[in-house]
Structure formats: C-alpha cells, structure tokens
C-alpha cells in the first residue's frame, strides 16, 4: 500500500514539474478566485435581493397590535344635576387597567403604479449588474493575457540572454587560448571579460522583472503573490487580415458595457413613471379584528372592521421636480452613453493600428535575425582564422541578441494585440 502511494506522489510531483499553467487555465482561474469580479458578483446578488424587495410590494401587510395600560387614577365622568333636588350623576369612564389589542391586515390595492414600475426597475439593474459582470470578467481576461504574456516574453528574453552568455563564455575561452598562444593581445581578452560581466548583470535584472511579473500574474489568479508559477507557451493561428469595420460593428453588438448601458438607459423610464405616480392617489383596504376592555359599559369588547382608504401626498411640487430631475439625469446619461460608444470605436481602431504594426515589426524582425544569424557565423568563423578582432566579434554577437530580442518582443506583441482585439470586440478567446 505505501509503494502504491509513493508511486501516486511521484507522478503527481513529476506531473507538477512537467506541465504549466495555459493561459485558457490562468483566465478561469482568474474568473473564479479575482476579488475585482468576486465584488461584481456580490453586486448581482444584491440586486436579486432588491427584486425580492420589490415583490414583496404586492404582498400584503399583517399588524399585530397590542398594549396593556395601568393608569394610577380612574377616570370618572361627572354629569350636573339638573335640580337642586337630585344629586350629580357620576359614572366610571374606563377602568384604571386595561387591554387593547389588534389584529388585521393592511392591502394596497393601487399605489399609482409605483409597485409595478419599481419591479421593473429591480429587474432591469439586475440586468445591468449581469452585464456589469461579463464586462468585468473581460477587463480581468485582458489583464490576464497582458501579465500572461509579459511573463512569456520575459522569460524568452532571458533564453536569448543565456545563449549570449553561452556563446561569449565560449568566446573568452578561445580568446583565451589565443592570447596564450600570442595571437591577440590582453585587451580582447579584457574586452570579452567586461562584456561578459554586463550580460551577467542584465541577467541578474531580468530575473528580477521575471519574479515582479509572476507576482503580479498571481494577484490577478488570487495566489500567492510570491509562488513560482510556470507557463505553457502560446499556440494560436493569427488571420494574416482583419476588418476593422468588422470589429467595430461586433464590439458595438456584443461589448457588455453597451449593453448595460442600454439597459441602465431603460431604469430612467420606469424612474420616471415612479416620480410621476407620487401625483396619483394611494387607495388601500385595511381588514382587523380589535379588543378593548378599557371601557366598563361598553359592549361587544371586540369587533371586526373593514375599511377602504385613500391617500394624496405630496409637499408643493416635489414630483414634479423630482420627475424634471430625472429627465436632466437621462439627457445627461445619453451623453455618457455617445462618449462611451466613441471610446470603445477609437479603443478597437487604437488596438488594430497596433496588431498592424506588429504584424509588420514581426516580418522586420525575421529578416533582421536571419541577416544576423549569417553575419554573426561569418564574424566567427573569420576571428577562429585571425581575421577578425574581438571588437568584430562583439558587435556581431550584440546585433544577433538584439535580433533575437525584437523578434521576441515583435512576436509575443502580435499576440498580445490580437487576443486583445478579441476580447475588445466581444469575441470569446479561443485557442
């Protein structure tokens, strides 16, 4: 039994060490355990709560009333006498102690539609909150794909680093030999140690940039921000054209804050139809049975009523202000709404003009590292026969490392700007 699970562990520890995190998993994750989108999903839940509320508008109202009353005096009623003859009449007007108590229940029968309106309205912002959500979930997906690849790109950089390092490490080591077979001097001896010092160092400060870039990747998922985290690489198929009158047109169909705002557009109608129903009367029917035996003479002590009531309410003009406010706050609001619609067009034209320009950089950058691949074995091969220095050498290794690196950065930045322009146009990512 303990082989078994010592074997169980092994797997489990090598499975571990082989395979990463994929950004499909890193984005559910993200929506699953980020604070940012747990916040918005307590927003839905008290919006559910407030279309609670507003149902229990129609129900109707049971009161209970009840008090005992201790009075240290008894009130008595004294009636003169009409002639000298006859003395006053006294009598008892209620006794000292006594119960009162009700029981009924209250029907609003018409409240100048206010029930229906504010249903409607509950039920729109929990639209709203839905759509809220979905807009969050995708600002978090962006940010996960932005800190996803900057650790990739990071990570790919320091690769490009370790093979400089390699190959000017091997480089001292025949500059080496040379000198001690007096073929070059000490300074390019010197000149490979200092180089190689300074891509140490650049090393040592990428790691750095990597373990900030991990850290912060780990907020985003709700980790612990100082867990290691590996990454599986990116594999996706980026259309060599895309429509930018396309893109705007869906990002204007399926983009959530659009919709949400379309919705929140609605709640101004239905607030308004409340303000102007404060105008209407308020017509109610009250049903209760009531006991008294606070009065001596007085019979039956409890007795049923119904009764019909209505109500007008309202201190000068107030619903008529409050509706005009109202009316302000849409016009304003239809404002917000037109910015919002141009920030999202100039947002996707902002982000295609970038995808095309990394598109671009990325075929710039593939002829530059093939250019540089070429000369850098050519400048070796000349300083292996004497005919180039160490100064040659270095040049060439530092234009293929800067080849690499912008092919890297060219190539995780098209990446990164079409994911991008998926998710800001409504589109689900898929890999």
Known sequence: ??????????????????????????????LENNLEIK?????????????????????????????????????????????PLFPNIEFKQSDSKFLN???????????????MNKLKLANTDYKVKEELLLEEKRKIKIKVIEAYINVLQLETLLDVLEKQKKAVEEHYRRAKGFYEEGLITKV?????????????????????????????????????????????????????????????????KERNILKALNYQEKEFKYIGEIDKGNFLPAVGLTGKYFYTDQYPYTSPKGNFSISVGLE????????????????????????????????????????YEDFVVARENLKVAENSLSEAEEYYKKVVEQFKEQLASTTDFLNAEAYLTKARA??????????LTFLKLKELTGDIYEK
Do not use: C, H, W
């Open 101 to 115: 108590f009700e029981l009924g229940v209250n029907i609003p029968l018409f409240l100048g539609f206010k029930r």
């Open 406 to 415: 912008e092919r890297v950065i060219a190539y995780y930045q098209l990446i």
């Open 39 to 83: 916040q918005y999903k307590e927003d839905l839940k008290i919006a559910n709560l407030e279309i609670m509320l507003s149902k229990n508008m129609y129900l109707p109202e049971l009161f209970i009333n009840t008090a005992y009353t201790y009075l240290n005096k008894t009130p008595y009623t004294k009636i003169p006498s009409f002639s």
């Open 188 to 252: 390019e001896v010197l000149q490979t140690k200092v180089r190689l010092a300074e891509i140490k160092r650049e090393i040592k400060k990428l790691n750095g940039k990597i373990k900030v870039a991990k850290a912060y990747l780990n907020s985003l998922l709700n980790r612990n921000i100082n867990e290691d985290i590996n990454l599986e690489k990116i594999d996706i198929n980026i259309p060599k054209n895309l429509d930018i009158n396309i893109l705007i047109k869906r990002a204007l």
């Open 1 to 30: 039994m303990k082989i078994k699970v010592l074997i169980y562990l092994f797997f489990t520890v090598i499975f571990d060490l082989s395979y990463g995190i994929t950004l499909d998993e890193a984005i559910e994750e993200a």
């Open 312 to 351: 007008i309410r309202f201190q000068g003009l107030e619903p008529y202000y409050k509706y005009l406010k109202t009316k302000e706050e849409e016009r304003k609001f239809r404002f917000f709404k037109k910015d919002t619609i141009n920030k999202i067009i100039l947002e996707i034209k902002e982000n």
